[in-house]
């Protein structure tokens, strides 16, 4: 274990949670992880990691089912899905030290807008955009088929000089586990940088039912990525997001080279979950509108994923 470094929790021991976790572990942090389904098996079989970039990994883990259970951490990183932040907050205070980094390893745009007013004015709040192709694959195992990344912004708090020592640090952590992390210096323009690939992939593997392989294969729903892409970027502009030149082209060749990819919002549907509409679509929508700007086509995906969505529609 390393010396003088802060204890972290993960909050939402899933994917994201589990994946950065395992890594920060096997590193030789002292991490703490909260779970609830998953709790017995990981307890008594530890978390299980298959990556193709890592290897496979089973470690031991230090697993809690309550947060009155773990010890008071300095960091948290959230791993846990946009839709149950009302639920985490109580969770994230009770298991966070005095002055304590809550990292929030989600998508979209508000989520610390709505999480901010429910911690205490001592704790610091940062946003982690992850750029990673990883899935629950069983109960207690991860797999992690390609990226990694994990950039962080910080968002509100007590720290001074807009956060940037508290975001060097975090970014250290991940560093010293073997992972490539850097500070940004824009949360929201980095948040709008990811959902260039967010809203069209997420959303039209759940509609065509393709990963990223079978959407990349036809002329159709490559042409409606890219016309997808072109909005998300220019939703940005209008909010004052000036994204940089060539970005969409960027990430649409990079997922030509990935591993076939089923994004989460593909997992949550088939698992009857609710989809994560709020964050990824809802809110950088009304954004967008605000500033003058529609999004026609981002638009018509929401409602459709709304439609879907839906819990008194029988499936």
């Not at 991490?31 to 709790?39: D, I």
């Not at 079978?214 to 890219?226: D, K, P, Y």
Request: proline letters at 5%; one cysteine or more; hydrophobic letters at 45%.
């Amino acid at each position: 274990m390393h010396p003088h470094t802060p204890r972290i929790g993960i909050i939402g021991s899933g994917a994201i949670g589990g994946f950065y976790g395992v890594m920060l572990a096997r590193a030789g942090f002292d991490v703490h992880f909260l779970l609830r389904s998953e709790y017995q098996v990981v307890r008594e079989q530890g978390l299980a990691l298959d990556s193709a970039v890592h290897g496979k990994l089973l470690m031991k883990v230090q697993a809690y089912a309550n947060a009155a259970d773990m010890p008071a951490c300095d960091w948290l990183l959230v791993g846990a899905k946009a839709t149950s932040n009302d639920q985490l907050a109580p969770v994230i205070v009770q298991a966070a030290a005095p002055g304590a980094k809550v990292l929030l390893l989600q998508n979209g745009l508000g989520v610390e807008e709505q999480l901010r007013p429910a911690l205490r004015g001592d704790m610091h709040l940062l946003g982690g955009l992850c750029f990673i192709c990883v899935n629950r694959h069983a109960p207690g195992v991860i797999r992690h088929q390609a990226l990694g990344a994990v950039n962080l912004g910080y968002h509100s708090g007590p720290a001074r000089e807009g956060g940037a020592a508290v975001v060097r640090e975090g970014a250290g952590l991940f560093q010293a586990a073997g992972i490539d992390s850097q500070a940004m210096p824009n949360l929201d323009l980095a948040r709008w940088q990811k959902l260039v690939w967010n809203v069209p992939y997420n959303g039209l593997s759940v509609l065509l039912g393709e990963g990223t392989t079978g959407l990349m294969a036809s002329s159709h729903s490559r042409a409606l990525i890219q016309a997808l892409m072109a909005e998300v970027v220019q939703g940005a502009g209008a909010c004052g997001h000036v994204l940089p030149e060539g970005y969409a082209e960027h990430l649409f060749q990079m997922t030509e080279r990935m591993p076939d990819y089923w994004p989460s919002m593909y997992h949550d549907y088939a698992l009857m979950r609710p989809l994560e509409l709020q964050a990824i679509y809802a809110e950088p929508l009304a954004r967008a509108r605000a500033a003058g700007c529609s999004l026609p086509r981002t638009e018509m995906l929401y409602q459709a994923l709304s439609f879907l969505d839906d819990s008194d529609r029988p499936r």
